[in-house]
């Protein structure tokens, strides 16, 4: 460790605009994989993931599923106007993004445009109740028929809100949802899960390579910049984590047998972590952790010391973000930056829909 793993200069690396994938490749598991090990890295295809495993490891999945977050409406003076969903406050209350949000002041109301899909004759309304200081967003009142739940609602009014660097997409919705995705809640998708098809989770299973769940529901912790020069004050917002007591009792029965806990993306190391982390599990039992649902805004850089995570699958991240530095807390940030590197050389596709690294337990520095 060095000051300069500290400083978030050290997290810039140049990036070639034609690399930032626009579309996900077909099938999903045709990705490239960069696999790394102990002291070098080669070059696969996803779909050969079977067999860089060892039956007994143990991947863990994050189930979440995007919604349709993004809303576009209108003032009541006629100016436009577009949200980001970000989380539920109440029933019928939700912390949002507002573009543009200057003028949205306590008071103000919004209507917004069913989409395409929409064939009722339902207005739906709301008011912005107050400004959030940690976010810069706004907390809305939905005006909402009794009994419904503005979840219920989003398939008609709302869009999958797909990442700002994807602007010349061809992507289907589903096509930014896991083929396990089961619980709602995220506003962008847990991508290192994008790779599997539901012939290669099977083929994992008979190589007795166990799945197990987590949900986090991606908000504004994990995509938000990083913005400090000093990136150990930086704050990460809050996301909603549950890790459930049949994960807890696998990952012990996994540890019991020999085998690894590969993550599957870094909100899965996050939410694991963030699980041990809660619960206060400091000893030198690194199987320690128990079932865990709340909040967690855990932040992972260079020095953490690692709890229950032994490996991971990961995209290849946005500079100067907190992703990048938590994959560099695993293998060390030089060495990271020197593999982006190389990925941009041998033209692999960057950010969610693109290619993906396998970090195997013998490459962590810790």
């Given at each position: 460790?060095?000051?300069l793993?500290?400083?978030?200069?050290?997290?810039?690396?140049?990036?070639?605009q034609?690399?930032i994938a626009?579309?996900?490749?077909?099938?999903?598991?045709s990705?490239?994989?960069?696999v790394?090990e102990?002291?070098?890295?080669?070059?696969?295809?996803?779909?050969?993931?079977?067999?860089?495993l060892?039956?007994?490891?143990l991947?863990?999945?994050?189930?979440t599923?995007v919604?349709?977050?993004?809303?576009?409406?209108q003032?009541?003076?006629?100016a436009r106007v577009?949200?980001?969903?970000?989380?539920?406050?109440?029933?019928?209350?939700?912390?949002?993004?507002v573009k543009?949000?200057?003028?949205?002041?306590?008071?103000?109301?919004?209507?917004?445009?069913?989409n395409?899909?929409?064939?009722c004759?339902?207005?739906?309304?709301a008011?912005?109740?107050?400004?959030?200081?940690?976010t810069?967003?706004?907390?809305?009142?939905?005006?909402?028929p009794?009994?419904v739940?503005?979840?219920?609602?989003?398939d008609?009014?709302?869009?999958v809100?797909?990442p700002?660097?994807?602007?010349d997409?061809q992507?289907?919705t589903?096509?930014?949802?896991?083929?396990?995705?089961?619980?709602?809640?995220?506003?962008a998708?847990?991508?290192a899960?994008l790779h599997?098809?539901?012939e290669?989770?099977?083929?994992?299973?008979?190589?007795?390579?166990g799945q197990?769940?987590?949900?986090?529901?991606?908000g504004?912790?994990?995509?938000?910049?990083?913005?400090?020069?000093?990136?150990?004050t930086h704050?990460?917002?809050?996301?909603?984590?549950?890790?459930s007591?049949?994960?807890?009792d696998?990952?012990?029965?996994?540890?019991?047998k020999?085998?690894?806990?590969?993550?599957?993306g870094?909100?899965?190391?996050?939410?694991?972590?963030?699980a041990?982390?809660?619960n206060?599990?400091?000893g030198?039992?690194r199987?320690?952790?128990?079932?865990f649902?709340?909040y967690?805004?855990?932040?992972?850089y260079?020095?953490?010391?690692?709890?229950?995570?032994?490996?991971l699958?990961?995209?290849?991240?946005?500079?100067?973000s907190?992703?990048?530095?938590?994959?560099?807390a695993?293998i060390?940030?030089?060495r990271?930056?020197?593999l982006?590197?190389?990925?941009?050389?041998?033209?692999?596709?960057?950010?969610s829909f693109?290619d993906?690294?396998?970090?195997?337990?013998?490459?962590?520095?810790?």
């Open positions: 460790m060095t000051d793993d500290w400083s978030i200069e050290a997290y810039d690396y140049e990036l070639p034609e690399l626009q579309n996900p490749v077909v099938p999903r598991d990705s490239r994989l960069m790394l102990s002291l070098a890295h080669r070059h696969c295809i996803f779909r050969d993931l079977p067999d860089l060892q039956p007994e490891d991947l863990v999945l994050n189930n599923r919604i349709p977050a993004r809303l576009y409406g003032k009541t003076s006629g577009e949200i980001l969903l970000l989380k539920p406050i109440t029933s019928d209350s939700w912390l949002a993004l543009p949000g200057k003028r949205f002041i306590a008071g103000a109301k919004i209507e917004f445009e069913p395409s899909s929409c064939v004759d339902y207005k739906l309304q008011t912005v109740l107050a400004t959030d200081p940690e810069g967003g706004r907390v809305l009142q939905f005006h909402l009794q009994g739940s503005l979840l219920n609602l989003l008609q009014f709302g869009h809100p797909f700002p660097y994807v602007t997409s992507a289907l589903e096509q930014y949802q896991t083929v396990y995705s089961k619980v709602a809640g995220a506003i998708a847990p991508t899960g599997f098809t539901d290669l989770l099977e083929k994992l299973e008979q190589r007795n390579i197990a769940f987590v949900t986090l529901h991606v504004l912790g994990t995509f938000r910049p990083v913005e400090v020069e000093d990136i150990t704050n990460i917002h809050s996301e909603w984590v549950e890790v007591s049949l994960t807890v696998k990952i012990h029965q996994t540890r019991a020999g085998g690894r806990i590969i993550a599957v870094t909100t899965v190391v996050r939410a694991i972590e963030g041990a982390q809660a206060d599990n400091y030198s039992d199987s320690l952790i128990q079932p649902c709340d967690t805004n855990i932040y992972i260079p020095g953490y010391k690692w709890r229950v995570i032994d490996g699958i990961t995209n290849f991240h946005l500079p100067r907190s992703l990048l530095m938590l994959v560099s695993m060390g940030r030089k990271l930056l020197s982006y590197q190389d990925a941009v050389t041998k033209q692999y596709r960057f950010y693109g993906a690294m396998l970090i195997l337990p013998s490459a962590r520095i810790n």
